[in-house]
């Protein structure tokens, strides 16, 4: 009687751990002509806008969706709307190019947010700086494609040691301040490998 309940049991707890499926990982390559980041800054006397290429990168999909990824911004080929703008910041009151060529942002969290929407969570390194940022996006997948769009995607620049300019580390600074935060529009369009 005992083999019999022992034999019942482990078939239960067969086709009960059988009923989950594992999700497969797909692994999908960020596509750098097809992908975009724009950014925009603002002081109290105007702003600014330009844009920085992506270099590389990964999204991680399953059929629950977007799991993960990351993506490498090639700060060394940064623009701006002002030749002059563009040279200063690549120089050491901004992003030390010379020193950190790059950008990273890795993927530590996707929690859904509604209908192809995420809360994406991850760490964004500047000048060899990470902090933890959280924004909303878009996420769509279909025929092999994954296009991910965020919009208005705030970064403090002072905690990535960008101090320039900043009215909360120079408070006489009057109408030459530069907002502590710029925000990113981030377009990734990444296919399957």
Known sequence: ?????LILSLLASFI??????VLKDDVY?????RSSIDWSAKKVVGGHVGAV???SGTLIYNEKGLKGGSFVMDLANLTSDNERLTTHLKNDDFFSVDKHPSSKFEITKVAPAGTDRVNI?????IKGIT???????SVKQQKGV???????VKVDRTKYD??????SFFGDIGDKAIDDEFELNINLSANKK
């Open 1 to 5: 009687m005992k083999n019999k309940n």
């Open 16 to 21: 009960f751990l059988a009923s989950f499926t």
């Open 29 to 33: 390559t960020v596509n750098i002509e």
């Open 53 to 55: 290429k992506i270099s």
């Open 121 to 125: 969570t991850g760490n964004l390194t």
């Open 131 to 137: 902090h933890p940022i959280t924004f909303p996006a």
């Open 146 to 152: 994954i296009v991910a769009v965020a919009s208005g």
């Open 162 to 167: 960008i101090k320039y300019r900043s009215k």
